[in-house]
């Protein structure tokens, strides 16, 4: 197979992502205005709000062997993390919790 | 002084260790399996260095994408940067010769890590976020590197590891809801995003979330001035917030 195709997509993807990572630094100059301070206060939490849903988006609510699995393991996730504030441990065993429901029980 | 600095970004950076080498385990069996070996994980987890880009990078790169394709492709996978960018921009402002590879390697976890604005020291900010950052492609080449490796030798079903992934941003989503005192950010981006993934489908409901959740934002923006105007005279404004302003304020 022909090294050189490959490699130019490998090389858009580089490219577009580092210019959508670098492009709010090069527009925005000199004092952040107020309205960008704003937003960088409040993106945070929304943004890691809208990617919980992005990782969950393939999930069918209507089929028990992907709901159940996804539920209890996120449940896992936020009840050890409440309790042991440590995210890898809450991470690891959410997870677990995951493989073993859809690896043995579904 | 040094030493303390690493060993704090290292610790900082152990939550996204396990993520990083499991997903970039299953990102180098799966790209092998597609017929491109060690040197094309290397060189992706190198240059791209984005997660979900590179899973969608396997199958374009297998479909024998165009270039255009695989551009706008990538900007509607990685558009959500733009935003962890704009939230950093007066952070890493005055980062100097950390700031090119700062703003390179913020990815989804590394952003989850540094967007609290907590550090161990003000003057070794920007060196620790570089750390951080560091060790986190580090995990991520390291994994990339090692499924490549491992191929399908491995003794064990992974079936279901890609929950890692959305274990470690639910993991964050919680521990921001504990810190925080105004639930109405995280609140915004659950119900907006999943607004839009009613309306739009699940592959196309990003960038309208994305566009809703600053619009919404924006206009409850005077809200969120009164209600910390209030706090702060009342003295109820959380640590979180406090640690941010005063890093605001040096």
Request: aromatic share 10%.
């Amino acid at each position: 197979m022909s090294i050189l195709r490959p490699a130019i997509l490998v090389a858009v993807m580089s490219a577009v992502t580092i210019l959508l990572r670098a492009l709010p630094f090069l527009l925005i100059r000199g004092e952040t205005p107020p309205y960008i301070a704003y937003l960088g206060r409040v993106l945070p939490p929304a943004i890691i709000g809208m990617l919980v849903i992005y990782c969950l988006k393939d999930v069918q609510p209507g089929d028990p062997a992907q709901l159940v699995p996804a539920v209890l393991g996120a449940a896992a996730v936020v009840a050890l993390q409440a309790w042991k504030r440590n995210s890898l441990l809450s991470i690891l065993a959410g997870t677990l919790v995951y493989m073993v429901l859809v690896q043995a029980v579904f | 002084m040094d030493h303390h600095i690493v060993r704090q970004a290292f610790l900082r950076s152990v939550p996204v260790m396990a993520g990083y080498i499991v997903l970039g385990i299953g990102f180098g069996i799966l790209l092998r399996s597609a017929g491109y070996g060690v040197l094309w994980s290397l060189a992706m987890s190198v240059c791209i260095y984005a997660g979900s880009m590179q899973y969608v990078g396997v199958s374009l790169l297998a479909g024998g994408a165009s270039v255009i394709t695989t551009a706008l492709t990538t900007v509607m996978v990685n558009a959500r940067h733009l935003f962890y960018s704009i939230s950093m921009v007066d952070r890493y402002k005055d980062a100097g010769r950390y700031k090119p590879y700062l703003i390179f390697a913020l990815t989804d976890e590394t952003y989850s890590l540094l967007s609290d604005g907590n550090v161990p020291s003000q003057e070794e900010a920007h060196r620790y976020r570089f750390l951080v950052s560091l060790f986190d492609q580090s995990y991520w080449v390291t994994g990339c590197v090692l499924g490549s490796l491992l191929g399908a030798v491995l003794p064990f079903s992974t079936e279901g590891i890609e929950f890692s992934m959305t274990a470690l941003f639910i993991a964050s989503y919680t521990e921001q809801w504990i810190t925080a005192h105004d639930h109405i950010p995280a609140l915004t981006g659950l119900f907006c995003t999943l607004l839009c993934l009613v309306v739009f489908g699940p592959s196309r409901f990003l960038i309208p979330a994305m566009l809703m959740i600053t619009l919404v934002l924006t206009l409850l923006r005077g809200r969120t001035a009164r209600e910390l105007t209030r706090d702060l005279t009342q003295g109820t404004v959380s640590c979180a917030s406090t640690g941010e302003s005063e890093e605001e304020a040096s």
